[in-house]
Nanobody, 121 residues
Framework: QVQLVESGGGLVQPGGSLRLSCAAS????????MGWYRQAPGNERELVAS???????NYADFVKGRFTISRDNGNKMVYLQMNSLRPEDTAIYYC???????????????WGQGTQVTVSS
């Protein structure tokens, strides 16, 4: 079994900050790319940011300069620091990991259950 558990969502005023965390656990041989996606009501799920096992990062244009993704490989954690939040950032944020469960298995994508982020005054 593999679990991805997010935490850190909540309600914040425009211009505020939140830090999301995601912990991976279970039978995991290697984690490749980890990332954060979001889905607002009526919209498709979209990539927010991702980070490879070597630390290379990728950001959606709409969060560049405001959000920072980081990871702790030893503890199988990924974080998303969100600053200068806007009402349009309101969404459910999902953690994603491309990982290999055992040495001879093909990597697959795994998802957390999501955490709600609401930006409102």
């Amino acid at each position: 079994q593999v679990q991805l558990v997010e935490s850190g969502g909540g309600l914040v005023q425009p211009g505020g900050s939140l830090r999301l965390s995601c912990a991976a656990s279970g039978s995991i041989f290697r984690i490749n790319t980890m990332g954060w996606y979001r889905q607002a009501p009526g919209n498709e799920r979209e990539l927010v940011a991702s980070v490879t096992s070597t630390g290379s990062t990728n950001y959606a244009d709409f969060v560049k300069g405001r959000f920072t993704i980081s990871r702790d490989n030893g503890n199988k954690m990924v974080y998303l620091q969100m600053n200068s939040l806007r009402p349009e950032d309101t969404a459910i944020y999902y953690c994603n990991a491309n990982l290999q469960r055992f040495i001879h298995t093909i990597p697959g994508n795994y998802w957390g259950q999501g955490t709600q982020v609401t930006v409102s005054s």
